[in-house]
């Protein structure tokens, strides 16, 4: 995490000082995330800091209203403190605990692991605030295959399968990713990756909210393991054996977006995506029982 010391947009800092108060030695800008929100740490003279994540367009002001409702209705600890939100109808601006000094993986040890796995079982024990999207909205982008199918030029063009075997492997895919379920009760975060979460005072914290949904805890852990295993940690099924349809969800989600140009993304969105797909498209065939993809051939360019 690489910060320096500037002046923040005025809306981020009329908020933070809203929240606590004028004593403010200084601002450190936070190089950390893939949206377009602003992050700053607030330092105050007495050396108490927070961190404040502010809106820079309707898209990040409506996720950080998201973020703002499961701080305010959830009672977890896995959340970090709440310190306050400030909402000017434009540009709303979250106030949180400095998570600075917590540690951040990678590397994963087995007890982190295990941790998160124990924190994601309370996660799923809770009931989601009835404001939160239900998952099955986000079937679309759990229809991934089905997309490759329509067109399978960006994910041929990662070089992980040949196209005569995804034209095999395609139907057992789609099938299986319109199989799984996606709705529930459950809290879901529903992006849980290393740099959304950490560890700090014997807690594991979960960060950036703005994907919170109601739905099928399972996809919690499902989304996860791509990541874990692709930053030296076991494989999906270790921990997430006999999920064929989740597997082939989060696989095939990735397998639509990894090889498409960057657009409004940057090009940093995309490496992630093809990361946790290399590991990700291995899983879903090993769960679907489907032979080991075949390398690219000549005439697949």
């Known amino acids: 995490m690489n910060w320096g010391v500037s002046q923040p947009p005025d809306h981020v800092e009329r908020a933070v000082r809203r929240v606590l108060g004028d004593e403010i030695d200084r601002f450190e800008r936070i190089d950390r995330g893939f949206t ?37 209705q959830v009672d977890g600890g896995f959340l970090p403190n709440l310190l306050g939100f400030v909402d ?21 040890s087995a007890p982190q692991v295990a941790q998160v796995q124990s924190t ?29 199918e329509a067109d399978p030029e960006p994910f041929l063009s990662l070089g992980l399968c040949s196209r005569k075997y995804l034209i095999r492997a395609l139907p057992m895919l789609v099938s299986a ?6 709705s529930g009760d459950e809290l879901l975060h529903f992006d849980v990756r290393s740099d959304n979460l950490c560890f700090r005072e014997g807690r594991c914290l979960l960060v950036d909210w703005n994907w919170a949904c109601r739905g099928n805890a399972t996809l919690d852990l499902a ?8 930053e030296g940690g076991p494989p ?7 999920a064929p349809n989740a597997a082939a969800a989060v696989s095939g989600f990735f397998a639509s977006q990894a090889g498409l140009p960057p657009g409004p993304l940057s090009a940093a969105v995309r490496e992630l995506q093809r990361t946790q797909l290399v590991e990700a498209f291995p899983w ?5 029982r489907l032979p080991p993809a075949d390398p690219p051939e000549d005439d697949d360019a």
Do not use: I
């Open 36 to 72: 377009a929100a602003e992050r700053w740490r607030a330092v105050r003279h007495d050396g108490a800091s927070a961190f404040a994540k502010g809106a820079t367009n309707s898209e990040t002001g409506s996720w950080l209203r998201t973020e703002a409702l499961v701080y305010q």
């Open 88 to 108: 000017d109808g434009a540009h709303p601006v979250l106030v949180l605990e400095d998570l600075t000094d917590a540690t951040w993986p990678p590397p994963w």
């Open 120 to 148: 994601l079982r309370e996660l799923g024990a809770q009931a989601a605030p009835s404001e939160l999207p239900d998952a099955e909205t986000l079937r679309p982008a759990f229809s991934g295959w089905s997309k490759v």
């Open 177 to 182: 990713e319109r199989a799984v379920r996606l």
């Open 223 to 230: 989304c996860w393991l791509p990541s874990l295993r692709a």
């Open 236 to 242: 999906p099924e270790e921990l997430l054996p006999d």
């Open 284 to 288: 879903a065939l090993r769960a679907l």
